[in-house]
């Protein structure tokens, strides 16, 4: 019967004592110390995990407890360890393998926000309910009359002829009915337009002003209206807020994934769109108004015109719906080929 020395703290007094422990048989172990011997069953002792080369706490019921140098016989006779206290130690007296396992886990981590969360938020948008995208786009408009816009001061013959012209280029749209355009002023950011999850466009009077004709009013809604058809809004909102979650669930701190409802309007606000979808909106913008007989040449005439009023080709902006924006040499050149192409078409073979 094999014997090993630990020194025994009994929860009594300060002073250590030398022990020594056994198996006399299987399942229960003896202590012995001072002429004292204790036994108990090894399904009533604790065993506290492996950590590196570091001693072994031993907990015993009612008598403290025992440290002890590590040794496969304390496994042996507490009946082993668990698979995930395993792996750590073994990872623990690998430097190379923990370093490698840490790379692996941050990387893993990295990937998901970057790849997973942006799948996951393409597929919850669709089973959002209306009801909450009305209740998060009314959130993010009020902010917005708030923060940078004034009324409008449009004629209403004006405002309605656009939105006439606005109802036909987009009536053939699978969420045709959703669309409702309407009109800001708004001194400090200037000519702008935009789209919020539930399909409501918004025109800034001074965009009207800037365009030399309606058709390049249009080919700016067309844009917004590839942004709402494409669910732009409401995955954008999902991806941010679930950063929101995730973080919570890692870190032990829910208190803030409540407020989703409340965080999506100021991420819509302040964070704009991905490039990814400012090209997806063109490229769906550039196939609507050629299937309306309307050349997205429009599309880059008003970019150059916004681009000239903003300062060029700048990545900032008052808000994200202009900071995210891709640089507009690159949205002009991309109108002007999908302009050639529409021409290309028309002309025949």
Do not use: C
């Not at 698979?83 to 990872?91: H, K, M, P, R």
């Not at 909450?132 to 923060?147: H, K, N």
């Not at 995210?324 to 991309?334: N, V």
């Amino acid at each position: 019967m094999n014997a090993l020395d630990a020194t025994w703290y009994d929860g009594r007094g300060s002073r250590p004592r030398a022990a020594r422990i056994s198996e006399p048989s299987p399942g229960t172990v003896r202590l012995e110390s001072e002429g004292m011997v204790l036994e108990f069953a090894a399904a009533e002792l604790t065993l506290s995990p492996r950590l590196g080369r570091m001693p072994r706490t031993l907990r015993l019921p009612g008598e403290g407890h025992l440290e002890i140098a590590d040794t496969p016989a304390l496994e042996a006779w507490l009946g082993g360890r668990d698979q995930v206290e395993g792996w750590a130690d073994w990872l623990e007296r690998r430097r190379g393998a923990a370093i490698g396992a840490g790379v692996a886990t941050v990387l893993g981590v990295v990937g998901f926000f970057q790849l997973g969360l942006p799948w996951m938020a393409d597929r919850l948008a669709p089973a959002i309910p209306a009801a909450v995208e009305r209740t998060i786009s009314s959130q993010a408009m009020e902010l917005l009359d708030r923060m940078h816009f004034k009324p409008t001061r449009l004629p209403e013959k004006r405002r309605r002829t656009l939105q006439a012209k606005f109802g036909a280029l987009v009536q053939e749209l699978p969420r045709a009915a959703d669309f409702r355009l309407e009109f800001r002023s708004a001194p400090t950011l200037g000519a702008n337009a935009l789209a919020l999850p539930d399909g409501l466009v918004v025109v800034t009077d001074e965009l009207v002003a800037l365009a030399e004709s309606d058709a390049q009013v249009l080919a700016v809604l067309a844009h917004e209206a590839g942004h709402h058809e494409q669910r732009h809004g409401m995955r954008r909102g999902l991806q941010s807020s679930a950063v929101v979650v995730v973080a919570g669930f890692l870190f032990g701190d829910l208190s803030g994934t409540g407020s989703l409802s409340v965080s999506i309007p100021v991420i819509l606000i302040e964070s704009g769109f991905s490039r990814e979808f400012e090209r997806e909106a063109d490229a769906f913008a550039f196939a609507l108004l050629a299937r309306k007989g309307q050349s997205p040449a429009d599309f880059a005439e008003i970019m150059k015109r916004l681009s000239d009023s903003h300062g060029g080709d700048s990545d900032g902006g008052p808000v994200g719906y202009l900071s995210t924006h891709p640089p507009s040499a690159e949205r002009i050149e991309a109108a002007r080929r999908a302009a050639d192409a529409t021409n290309e078409n028309a002309d025949g073979p």
